[in-house]
């Protein structure tokens, strides 16, 4: 699939429109004073179609907009045109819908933030994951993905990493758990080739990676991974929650300040920028000089992507 028939390189999303477009039509019922049930009831519609439309959840038609428009008591021809438009780019054919994604939702929100702030505790951020990591990673979960699906995962987050690269690319700020650089997923030349990749991103201007140190202790999110996503005005900011569970998506303003003020902590607490990366750089030098040692010729049976191989400096 050719970076010209994927459009990866573009800000434009359909799930940002919807949201873009939800954010207004909300601002115009607050604005006339009326209730969701009060504009479903002059709609003879549901509640949550309406509660839909205003997240974003669903794509509006002509017709929506234009019933809407009149309850609103929008009549300025350009404003209707604008919901109009959003409408229309609310329902195009994104370039990652054909791989089918189970956090499909997510992608759409990631192609059109303009920060994407990213804590990780438990591997490297997928838009700096090599292809080799992110295959190791998907070979360890459950349920087992057939090799179809993971190849098509895979390409799908290669082709989520142009963004970094695009002519406005947006910030990406992660904070990254000490940890992480010290679990081998795959084997050590694996982890010496995405350690190089994380590297020679934070040489990028809108990149910047921290590392938070084992000896930082305690702190606000022991127990959670979260992205936090800030968009252009008026579309709010989200927060996105992967886990077994599922994936979880905030959009309340008051959890949006809480996750931000936790992450301002975290990065509070971690090494700078240039402390991270020499960090990385003394880490990969050690995978780089690393033996490999084969289940039979290690004495501890230990798998070959561990044994011989001492990552934490001592």
Known sequence: MSKAATGVTSADSPTVRRR?????LRTLRTEAGMTVEQVAERLLVSSSKISRLETGRRGANARDIRDLCDIYGVTD?????HLMDLAH????????QPFDLP??????????????????PGVFPALLQTPEYARAIHEGALPRLSQEVMDQRIE???????????EEPPRLAAVIDEAVLYRVVGNPEVM????????EACALPNVDVRILPESAGAHPALNSTFVILDFTSPVPGMVYVDGLVGQIYLERPQDFERYKKVFGRL?????????SVRLMKMTSIRYAE???VTPESDPAGRSHSAAGFQSRPR
């Open 20 to 24: 873009e477009l939800g954010a207004l």
């Open 156 to 166: 799908a987050r290669r082709l989520r990493q142009e963004v970094l690269a695009r």
């Open 192 to 199: 010496h080739a995405q350690l190089d990749k994380v590297i």
């Open 89 to 96: 780019e609310g329902r195009d054919q994104a370039w990652w």
């Open 290 to 292: 690393a033996r490999t």
């Open 103 to 120: 956090y499909e939702t997510y992608v759409g929100l990631e192609a059109a933030a303009v920060l994407i702030s990213d804590y990780e």
């Open 77 to 81: 021809p350009a404003r209707r045109q």
């Open 267 to 275: 990065s509070e607490l971690s090494l700078s920028s240039a402390e």
